[in-house]
């Protein structure tokens, strides 16, 4: 997992002196590149064993491993960024309409590749083995993540698998509660930390059901809790808020297992696909045909 990354998912789980050096190399990662981690300790106005252990709780040996993976990182963001012609990916409240679309394209063009390049193909494969069998799939997410949970329901129910997404979590916990074994609950959520998704995975596990989980903090309590995961590499900016990058790293996996899945249904899925597409069109051309009629009545 790329280091910044990896930063920024755990800075909740810092201590506040090891949270002051992961601000500092959030703002500035040349400080490590350039710098022996005695010289980082100073900066950063701590001890070196801090420093270390900040290193360690990100899953690295030591400084000379976390050094070596963020080089690599600076680097590759560096060509990332003479390649999209931008100066740098944070977007400031003063850029311009035309700057704001470079960076737009830049950051979510960075996440999908990102998290594509790494992802785990054999946890994807994993979970489509499991949703092919699985008798009901319940997917849940709040927030922006709602949006890519329910983008996923939505596609499975199109090729006829049973699944289905609540945005009030007392009704996603009376759907969990029905999987039992053989079931796949899919978790969905950014940090990997939200409370609402942290109960119904365990719901999940006590019935038995497959849990898998979607993040991009493999450190998280999410992480946990799940029998495969899944993880994005998206790197948010200051504008947060808007959850850009975050939503299409998610979208990019999701479509990557819907894919695999639809792979392993195809020869009966079409089936399905046409019934869903020929309901809709039928609704559609309902309102034509009404107000044909209204208007043949009354001439």
């Known amino acids: 997992m790329r280091a910044l990354t990896r930063i920024q998912g755990s800075l909740d789980r810092f201590s506040a002196a090891e949270a002051r050096v992961a601000r500092a190399i959030l703002a500035d990662p040349r400080i490590v590149v350039d710098n022996p981690i005695n010289v980082v300790a100073e900066l950063c106005g701590t001890s070196a064993a801090t420093v270390a252990r900040f290193c360690q709780g990100l899953g690295y040996s030591g400084?000379?491993?976390?050094?070596?993976?963020?080089?690599?990182?600076?680097?590759?963001?560096q060509a990332d960024l003479d390649r999209s012609n931008v100066l740098t990916g944070d977007i400031d409240p003063a850029d311009t309409v035309a700057d704001v679309a470079a960076k737009v394209l830049f950051q979510e063009t960075q996440a999908i590749e990102h998290t594509l390049r790494e992802l785990d193909l054999d946890a994807v494969d994993r979970i489509r083995d499991a949703l092919v069998l699985a008798p009901d799939v319940v997917i849940a997410g709040f927030g922006s993540s709602g949006l890519t949970a329910r983008d996923l329901t939505m596609k499975l129910q199109r090729i006829g698998r049973r699944s289905s997404y609540h945005p009030d979590v007392h009704l996603a916990l009376s759907s969990t509660a029905l999987l039992g074994h053989g079931g796949v609950f899919i978790a969905v959520s950014h940090s990997g930390g939200t409370p609402e998704i942290l109960g119904l995975l365990r719901e999940a596990r006590r019935t038995g059901a497959t849990t898998i989980g979607i993040t991009n903090d493999p450190g998280s309590p999410m992480a946990e809790?799940?029998?495969?995961?899944?993880t994005t590499q998206a790197?948010?900016?200051a504008f947060r808020s808007g959850a850009t990058a975050s939503r299409t790293a998610q979208l990019a996996v999701t479509d990557v297992l819907f894919v695999r899945l639809a792979q392993s249904l195809f020869d009966t899925m079409t089936d399905s696909l046409n019934l869903t597409r020929d309901a809709v069109l039928r609704h559609r051309d309902e309102p034509e045909q009404h107000r044909r009629a209204g208007l043949h009545r009354t001439s």
């Not at 400084?63 to 963001?77: I, P």
């Not at 809790?225 to 899944?230: E, G, N, Q, R």
């Open 63 to 77: 400084y000379r491993e976390f050094r070596f993976d963020l080089v690599g990182t600076t680097s590759r963001d």
């Open 225 to 230: 809790l799940c029998d495969i995961l899944l």
């Open 235 to 237: 790197r948010e900016n």
